[in-house]
């Protein structure tokens, strides 16, 4: 393990229990371009990693009591379900279509970073909620899973930076809450992507080992802090970093 990618791999759990998503829109990146990993070993990799990671970070929202398990039970199942189908059928795209989609995607969760900021903060983020299980809302989660399923197979994102948005904007979650949420969702998510890809690309289990492990502090770390910074300014500084990471991927690619 290097210092640089010691480094990076705590950025990533950082973002992640911070806000709850954007760990493998990194994650695939940094392990192409700054470790060098193949690009579709990276993509399940990364899945592995953000699995991981995200269900560490779920069970510290757990203990602050800030995950709507209900919601996540009803998205979940169906994110599960495509991300496994959309990663078997991953191994047939060439990998230069799955970078170029993934960038497209990292930009398009921009927009939804900026889109989510718009609420006034407070200092003490409210997460009273109370779940509708009618006809509307258990169809609107359906189709978010499903929608964020079929990226995570094909792209290897886990969805977090489109899942936040969605369920602050369609579901009325409170920030926190629907950060918590996302990471119960992303490591059900991410794992299945992985379980979908497992046996048709190699896999460096060592490298998943030490990144995982190195990026579940930095998790923990994010989850600490976020209950102490403003969520939408960490948001858009987010956005600003996808465009970034985005706009770079498609150069190299």
Known sequence: MTALGAALALLVG????LLGGGGSVLTVPIL???LHVPVKP???????VVGVVAFIGFLS??????????VALIFGPFAVATSYGAARIAKHIPPHVQLVLFALVGLAGSVMMFRGTFRKSSK??????????????????????????????????????LIVPALVLFQKLPMRLAV?????????NALSGFAGYAGTVPIDWNLVMWFAGTAAIGSIIGTLVSKRVPQQRLRQVFGVLLIAVSLYVLYRR
């Open 14 to 17: 950082f973002v992640l229990g």
């Open 32 to 34: 192409i371009y700054a």
């Open 42 to 48: 990276a993509i399940a990799t990364g899945l592995c």
């Open 61 to 70: 929202h757990v203990r602050q009591r800030t995950v709507a398990v209900r």
């Open 124 to 161: 003490t983020d409210v997460v009273a909620y109370e779940f509708t299980p009618d006809a509307r809302n258990v169809t609107m989660l359906a189709l978010q899973g499903v929608g964020v399923g079929l990226l995570t197979g094909l792209i290897g994102v886990g969805g977090g930076f």
């Open 180 to 188: 918590g949420t996302s990471l119960l969702v992303i490591a059900m």
